[in-house]
């Protein structure tokens, strides 16, 4: 069979790998079933085990390469022996065989230079919905340091099978249904392209390893990762929140209209462009009012108003125009004491935009230098200790760690962060979502409470990182958001956003 002789070209590849870099590390990989239905978990190596909706069966000390798949519709005797609808591996309980296809696989490789690769394949077919991801239980410098922690299939692939493709058993491959080169790949890696059948797969299934050469698709992670895999992991039904920024043009409506929209749940105002090393603190918010008249006081109302809807108002300090830095510790409790005074729950005679009190500071740093933001963050949080709580928002660029606020981040002290994936081509979104996720995926690392993608509302809005609508909302989002830190998607900005928060709300 074509398809088996492929597959061992590409196990003993990959063994070979193994065999040379082998070490005696040993890693789990528990694996759950979460289907409403008995589904009989089968590993090779390893064996198998009837599980019922919530069982879970353990693989202890692997160390080289295999796979894991689900078995339905089973029936054995005592002996172990007797047969599957799907899966079936040779008629046996505990497997020593692959299984037949379609079958959906857990596959994996490891201490492959130190790294295990994993994923979910449907180069054999589909028959069950899974999930392959890193373990919490693993050690704590793990997931920071994997290319991508989650790879799943889990779209109602037989539902949108091709008529051609259909198995009782699930959805098939094109390899075992019609038996070409084309499909089988029997030529060899240098001309197995994806394919129309692939492309199907693909689309449903962007994680996945969809042919049998499609090596883009593979997770990588130290060795040591533990790792679950889930038979129907469930699909996310986490609601986030839009946080969007508003200030930087006088075009864009009102603070109350922005409110008004409804598809908000904080505002950011932007920005706080000039600050510490002795600078007198200046606010800068294009056409909508003059601060140096004390023209902004007015937009206390709309703060008010913003605010009675349940929308947190923040104020952005940094941004990309201005002049900031912080000079010392000091310097840091200075600014904290002004922005508290000036902004939150303290007293002042300027304050800048009236006397609303405004939720918390979102930490917007490009520029300047990298110290004592830390300091700022300890300070302004100190305050909120004694009065009412300071939340506390930074937006990083997504190259991880981030060169400005890398070492304040890991203070634990911010509730949200809004991690920029536009103008950053190593990490945004072009064309496919591949190198987002995984820079995604090391964000989670982040000690912060809620992590939130931040994207341009329209092409104009940065040079490059635009996703539109449908994309985000069928590509991106579905995978992102069963990240426990998910908390939605930042926008920049009211100016350039028509219609985007409109599109995306009912699935962020
Ligand atoms: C795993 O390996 C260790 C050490 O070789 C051994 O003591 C233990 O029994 C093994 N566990 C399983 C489940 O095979
Ligand atoms: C994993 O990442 C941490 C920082 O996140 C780093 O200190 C450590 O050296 C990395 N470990 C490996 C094996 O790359
Ligand atoms: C299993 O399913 C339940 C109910 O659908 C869900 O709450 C839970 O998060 C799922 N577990 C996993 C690991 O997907
Ligand atoms: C910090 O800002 C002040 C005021 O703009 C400037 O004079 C100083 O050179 C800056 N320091 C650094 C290290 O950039």
């Known amino acids: 069979m074509g398809l088996i002789q492929n597959l061992l070209n590409v196990f003993s590849f990959l063994l070979i790998l193994t065999l040379s870099f082998a070490s005696s590390r040993a890693t789990q990989i528990e694996i759950l079933n979460n289907c409403t239905y008995t589904v009989w978990a089968a590993a090779n190596p390893g064996?198998?085990?009837?599980?019922?909706?919530?069982?879970?069966?353990?693989?202890?000390?692997?160390?080289?390469?295999?796979?894991?798949?689900?078995?339905?519709?089973?029936?054995?005797?005592?002996?172990?022996?007797?047969?599957?609808?799907?899966?079936?591996?040779?008629?046996?309980?505990?497997?020593?065989?692959?299984?037949?296809?379609?079958?959906?696989?857990?596959?994996?490789?490891?201490?492959?230079?130190?790294?295990?690769?994993?994923?979910?394949?449907?180069?054999?077919?589909?028959?069950?919905?899974?999930?392959?991801?890193?373990?919490?239980?693993?050690?704590?410098?793990s997931?920071?340091?994997?290319?991508?922690?989650?790879?799943?299939?889990?779209?109602?692939?037989?539902?949108?099978?091709?008529?051609?493709?259909?198995?009782?058993?699930?959805?098939?491959?094109?390899?075992?249904?019609?038996?070409?080169?084309?499909?089988?790949?029997?030529?060899?890696?240098?001309?197995?392209?994806?394919?129309?059948?692939?492309?199907?797969?693909?689309?449903?299934?962007?994680?996945?390893?969809?042919?049998?050469?499609?090596?883009?698709?593979?997770?990588?992670?130290?060795?040591?990762?533990?790792?679950?895999?889930?038979?129907?992991?469930?699909?996310?039904?986490?609601?986030?929140?839009?946080?969007?920024?508003?200030?930087?043009?006088?075009?864009?409506?009102?603070?109350?209209?922005?409110?008004?929209?409804?598809?908000?749940?904080?505002?950011?105002?932007?920005?706080?462009?000039?600050?510490?090393?002795?600078?007198?603190?200046s606010l800068n918010l294009a056409g909508h009012c003059d601060p140096t008249t004390n023209g902004c006081t007015r937009l206390s109302n709309d703060v008010k108003a913003c605010q009675s809807k349940g929308i947190k108002v923040m104020l952005s300090i940094g941004g990309g125009v201005g002049s900031y830095n912080l000079s010392s510790a000091e310097d840091a409790r200075v600014i904290a004491d002004y922005l508290w005074n000036n902004f939150l729950g303290g007293q002042s005679d300027s304050r800048p935009l009236g006397d609303a009190v405004l939720d918390g500071i979102d930490f917007d740093i490009v520029g300047g230098t990298t110290r004592y933001w830390d300091e700022l963050a300890k300070a302004l949080i100190a305050y909120s200790q004694q009065m009412n709580k300071v939340y506390l928002c930074a937006s990083p660029q997504c190259p991880f760690p981030d060169a400005w606020l890398g070492s304040a981040l890991n203070t634990g002290l911010f509730d949200f962060l809004s991690v920029q994936f536009y103008n950053n081509p190593p990490c945004e979104y072009s064309g496919n979502a591949q190198d987002l996720k995984s820079y995604w995926s090391k964000w989670m690392s982040i000690p912060a409470g809620q992590i939130f993608l931040g994207l341009p509302a329209s092409p104009e809005a940065s040079g490059s990182g635009y996703i539109p609508p449908d994309v985000l909302s069928s590509k991106v989002l579905p995978s992102i958001k069963r990240s426990p830190k998910y908390g939605g998607v930042t926008l920049w900005s009211k100016q350039y956003d028509n219609g985007y928060s409109s599109a995306i709300k009912p699935n962020v």
């Open 143 to 281: 997931s920071s340091n994997c290319s991508n922690a989650i790879s799943e299939c889990t779209a109602d692939v037989n539902g949108a099978c091709p008529m051609e493709l259909r198995d009782p058993a699930g959805c098939n491959n094109p390899c075992t249904v019609f038996r070409n080169n084309q499909f089988c790949c029997n030529s060899g890696m240098s001309i197995c392209k994806p394919t129309s059948y692939s492309e199907f797969f693909k689309d449903l299934c962007q994680d996945a390893f969809t042919f049998p050469y499609d090596f883009d698709q593979r997770n990588t992670c130290p060795t040591g990762t533990n790792y679950n895999v889930v038979f129907c992991p469930s699909q996310s039904t986490k609601t986030g929140m839009i946080i969007v920024y508003w200030g930087q043009s006088g075009n864009e409506g009102s603070l109350a209209d922005t409110c008004a929209t409804g598809n908000y749940g904080v505002v950011n105002i932007a920005f706080l462009n000039t600050f510490g090393s002795g600078q007198t603190p």
């Open 47 to 141: 064996g198998g085990k009837q599980l019922k909706q919530g069982e879970t069966y353990t693989l202890s000390n692997i160390t080289s390469s295999g796979r894991i798949w689900g078995r339905t519709k089973c029936a054995f005797d005592r002996e172990g022996h007797g047969k599957c609808e799907s899966g079936d591996c040779e008629g046996r309980l505990h497997c020593q065989a692959n299984g037949r296809a379609p079958n959906t696989l857990a596959q994996y490789s490891l201490n492959q230079r130190n790294n295990d690769v994993f994923y979910i394949s449907v180069v054999e077919g589909f028959n069950i919905p899974m999930e392959f991801s890193v373990s919490p239980s693993s050690p704590p410098s």
